[in-house]
Every structure is written in C-alpha cells, then in structure tokens.
C-alpha cells in the first residue's frame, strides 16, 4: 500500500511539473509576442514560497528564450 502510495505521489508530482511548463510556455510566448523583438524584464512575487510548488515556475520559461 505504501509503495502505490508513494508511486502515485510521485506521479501527481511529475504531472505538476508538466502543467507548470505548459502554463508558463503558453505565458511566454504570449509576452513575447506582445513585445516583438524588444527586451523584456518582468518583475515577479509569489509568497507561497518554494515549499508549496515544485522546481518550475513561468520565470524559468522566461529565462529559457533568452530574452
């Protein structure tokens, strides 16, 4: 019971990961879209802390285009 358990957490964990960098790929490009070829600086807040979320948020989908 325990290891179906823990099997099924860790896939609930590896389906958030996928959903947060579908979210912030969608986020991106739509910022990226609104401001061409400009730089873009985007300041973000969240007080959840990394505790409530995994290892991915949209600012990594920002930081990934370089831009």
Do not use: Y
């Not at 964990?13 to 912030?24: F, P, T």
């Amino acid at each position: 019971m325990k290891d179906r358990i823990m099997a099924h957490a860790g896939n609930m964990l590896e389906e958030d990961i996928l959903i947060n960098k579908a979210i912030g790929k969608h986020g991106a490009d739509h910022i990226l879209g609104l401001c061409s070829k400009q730089p873009v600086s985007i300041l973000t807040h969240c007080n959840t802390g990394s505790f409530l979320r995994p290892r991915w948020t949209g600012q990594k989908s920002l930081e990934e285009t370089s831009r």
